[in-house]
């Protein structure tokens, strides 16, 4: 119950285009999701986060839709670029049990963009 | 503003011998975590402390420790090293606990031959 699903596990997209990933939870005290950008050699840095109460965030060409019943929610990279190349990962996190950073991490999901 | 460091980025280790990472978080962050990353497991919470306390902790066996000082300052202790400890270990710093943004570290590469 405290796995966070990801997928697909690796994309390519060609540049300009939309890169969708998906991520899927099962616990429901799960009330902060984020998403990481890893490039190799570093640590992943946080794009964009959302809470349950909204549908949708969007942040520059990155946007999350949240879809609360369903237990989903997913990254789409708007106009991709070469340079958006890396390995994102979604997160999630919970105040069960005390107040806490601990973070639940999907799988990641290798993006290439071609020019 | 300075981000997270960690120090030392890469060190090799022999199999039996301990290890001590440390990370300076983000100034005014209170709390710091720790994380294991590797290619078979992902990204894996190691612990998180706040105000010198420790909050939490993942499933990680006992020889995984850490302790954080008056100023933030982290540090991350493994014995009696295995070669499965081969990771890269992240450190990610907080204003406070609980559903804050998160920052991370470049990460400490840690090689057990």
């Known amino acids: 119950q405290q796995q966070v699903k990801q997928s697909p596990q690796s994309l390519i997209v060609q540049k300009g285009g939309i890169s969708i990933i998906n991520c899927a939870y099962e616990?429901?005290?799960?009330?902060?999701f984020p998403w990481y950008q890893q490039f190799p050699g570093k640590g992943p840095a946080l794009l964009i986060a959302?809470?349950?109460?909204?549908s949708e965030k969007k942040e520059g060409r990155f946007t999350i839709s949240f879809n609360k019943s369903a237990k989903q929610f997913s990254l789409h990279i708007m106009d991709s670029q070469p340079g958006d190349s890396a390995t994102y990962f979604c997160?999630?996190?919970?105040?069960?049990?005390?107040?806490?950073?601990?973070?639940?991490f999907g799988t990641g999901t290798l993006l290439a963009v071609q020019p | 503003k300075a981000g997270v460091t960690q120090t030392p980025r890469y060190l090799i280790k022999t199999r039996g011998q301990q290890v001590t990472l440390s990370c300076s978080p983000i100034?005014?962050?209170?709390?710091v975590s720790w994380y294991q990353q590797t290619p078979g497991q992902g990204l894996q919470f190691l612990f998180e402390?706040?105000?010198?306390?420790?909050?939490n902790k993942g499933n990680f066996p006992g020889r995984f420790s850490g302790r954080q000082f008056s100023n933030s300052r982290s540090e991350m202790n493994v014995s009696t090293l295995e070669l499965g400890d081969s990771a890269l270990y992240l450190c990610?710093?907080?204003?406070?606990?609980?559903?804050?943004?998160?920052?991370f570290g470049p990460g400490t590469r840690l090689t057990v031959l």
């Open positions: 990610a710093s907080s204003l406070e606990t609980w559903g804050n943004e998160q920052f």
């Open positions: 616990n429901t005290a799960f009330d902060y």
């Open positions: 959302i809470r349950p109460d909204v």
């Open positions: 997160a999630a996190t919970s105040p069960y049990g005390g107040a806490t950073n601990k973070l639940i």
């Open positions: 100034s005014g962050h209170r709390s």
């Open positions: 402390y706040f105000s010198e306390t420790q909050r």
